[in-house]
């Protein structure tokens, strides 16, 4: 009874404090946000993308604390950040832009959409300049648009080339005691993404397409770094073979980075641009002040909108997250903004490699819904592969990115059997009484039968049927086509447009102004759907209370394989799912 007490009063004692800290901190915080933020002449926008970009930034509050290491866990959103850019073209407080992205963590579609933003900031005759201690690919190929590239004298310069690293975790179950058991649509031989649980290696189907992904989004990339930078494609060819550009001085020999400097050279050089004597009167702004003031300045009342609706992660029934599509979230956000007699038009922004096929098909039904009530254009991100493309299929119009990895269009049936480590190495066994042959369908102890494999292949193939046939209607292609180049095969959106999987190149920005077109709209105001995920939900994760943060902060880099194998048994069942990450390094 004492230990009891004893464990009584110290949650209370623990809560207490948990409760003081919170108040505490959103005191704070409530005292801070009293400070506006003024924006002055020759004032520098400042963009710091060595940290997650999520599609949209959920303005979490609390997102600058964390008791448990006392550092900032930040993320940014790519809208908010496209907006800021396009915001300081026109602003005539705006100088330049300072850009640092040596270590961006972005995939190629997103950093294709940053890269378009800061071309046009460009136009505007304002200066750029991009400064970090080393130089990632992805870094270089963001920052190549600026007029001046400066790079840590003993930093490196990251230019090899693409490379996509897969782990096989077969022989991992099989030490395990777990057998994947796996049905895919009858000629899937591209649907790659339950290899790892059957293979020790990548086949040769999957070796083909993940070449033709490297070698399209790397055309792109030479291409676009070649014209920024005034080297031709062959001599960039030559520097990711050799990887001569790799030390400062010599990337500034081929014209990669203008010179290797340190910080402090750099803050001179943002002194002179801004016409100040010295560093410490040189003002800046990040995207985030930038908006807030031009929000106050535009005052004026616009009845009309269009609606934004944002779907990013993997897709499953439920709720979901901002990084999570949610059947339940996302087609309520669908309905909600369709039947808003205000909205006139929908773009439903889809970053995602698929999931369930039921979640899918029903955020598919809710999109059909829209699209015949009103203009109804769907923008992809890095990605919308798979249930990714199956929910933006119908789409009045679809827009992508070049670089955006798209397509896989195929459907699988995922299992796994524990039998040889419940029986063999655990020593657990099991007996089952049933009624019909199929009653104990989907039992971990046991291997699927043949007959059962049956099953599934018919359902499976009924599914990809479904698929194709959607796929066929709403692109206005054949069906025999679009198997032709479905049976899970990806693409990118270079490959998309050539295909009719995607309708025209471009961003978020150009499909809003398709959908303002097709409804006739020429002023409107953008909303925003779904609602962000609870501020206080969003606080508690991110002061690692949540498991998941925590895991990640310990993992690292090594988190992804982690929650692979973790996943393992929630990822059964039918699914319309990308090749694994697919990641290009």
């Known amino acids: 009874m004492k230990t009891f007490f004893k464990m009584l009063i110290a949650s209370i004692l623990g809560g207490a404090i948990l409760l003081s800290l919170i108040i505490f901190i959103i005191a704070g915080i409530g005292m801070a946000s009293k400070k506006e933020f003024v924006l002055k002449e020759n004032t520098v926008l400042s963009i710091d993308l060595n940290i997650p970009i999520l599609e949209r930034n959920y303005n979490n509050p609390f997102e600058n604390f964390d008791p448990f290491t006392g550092e900032p866990q930040k993320s940014v959103g790519l809208y908010e950040l496209i907006k800021a850019i396009d915001e300081a073209s026109e602003n005539e407080k705006i100088a330049g832009i300072y850009l640092k992205a040596g270590s961006v963590q972005a995939g190629f579609g997103t950093l294709k959409e940053l890269r378009d933003a800061l071309l046009r900031f460009k136009d505007s005759g304002k200066f750029i300049i991009a400064y970090d201690e080393n130089m990632s690919q992805r870094g270089m190929y963001l920052s190549s648009v600026a007029d001046s590239i400066y790079v840590a004298p003993e930093g490196i310069v990251e230019f090899g080339g693409l490379s996509t690293s897969i782990p096989f975790f077969r022989k991992f179950l099989e030490n395990a005691g777990i057998k994947a058991e796996v049905v895919r649509g009858s000629n899937n031989k591209f649907k790659s993404a339950v290899e790892p649980y059957l293979e020790y290696e990548i086949s040769e189907a999957n070796r083909q397409q993940i070449s033709t992904l490297q070698q399209s989004i790397w055309a792109v990339m030479r291409s676009d770094i070649s014209k920024s930078r005034n080297i031709a494609e062959n001599t960039l060819d030559d520097l990711a073979n050799t990887r001569e550009a790799t030390l400062p001085a010599k990337a500034a020999e081929y014209g990669l980075i203008t010179r290797p400097a340190y910080i402090d050279e750099i803050r001179n050089v943002l002194t002179t641009l801004t016409n100040n004597e010295k560093y410490d009167d040189v003002h800046f702004a990040n995207a985030s002040q930038l908006l807030s003031t031009a929000r106050k300045e535009k005052t004026k009342v616009v009845k009309d909108r269009i609606a934004i609706v944002f779907a990013q992660g993997e897709i499953n029934s439920g709720e979901g997250s901002e990084t999570q599509i949610g059947s ?231 988190y992804p394989y982690y929650e692979r194998i973790k996943n393992l048994y929630s990822q059964q069942g039918l699914l319309m799912r990308m090749e694994y990450d697919l990641m290009f390094e």
Request: proline share 3%; with cysteine; charged share 25%.
């Open 328 to 558: 339940d979230r996302i087609a309520a956000a669908i309905r909600k903004a369709h039947e808003d007699d205000k909205v006139k038009a929908i773009v439903l922004r889809v970053n995602s490699p698929g999931g369930s096929v039921l979640a899918s098909d029903i955020i598919l039904r809710e999109a059909i819904r829209a699209k015949e009530k009103k203009p109804f254009i769907v923008s992809f991100g890095d990605l919308a592969a798979s249930g990714g493309y199956y929910i933006s299929c119908m789409a009045d119009t679809i827009v992508a990115q070049p670089t955006t990895i798209t397509g896989s269009i195929g459907v699988f049936g995922l299992f796994f059997s524990a039998q040889d480590l419940l029986n063999n190495k655990l020593g657990v066994r099991f007996d089952v009484v049933k009624t019909h042959e199929f009653a104990d369908f989907g039992a971990v102890d046991r291997p699927l039968k043949e007959s059962e494999k049956r099953f599934l292949q018919q359902y499976i193939d009924k599914f990809y049927g479904e698929f194709l046939q959607k796929v066929a209607t709403g692109r206005k292609l054949d069906s025999l086509f679009v198997d032709s180049i479905g049976q899970g095969r990806v693409w990118t959106g270079e490959w998309g447009l050539k295909l009719g999987l995607v309708d025209v190149h471009g961003g978020l920005n150009d499909a809003l102004k398709i959908a303002a077109k097709k409804a006739g709209l020429e002023t409107y105001k953008v909303v925003e759907y779904p609602e962000p995920e609870n501020p206080l939900t969003a606080f508690l994760k991110q002061f690692g209370l949540d498991a998941t943060s925590r895991m990640k902060k310990e993992l690292g880099m090594l």
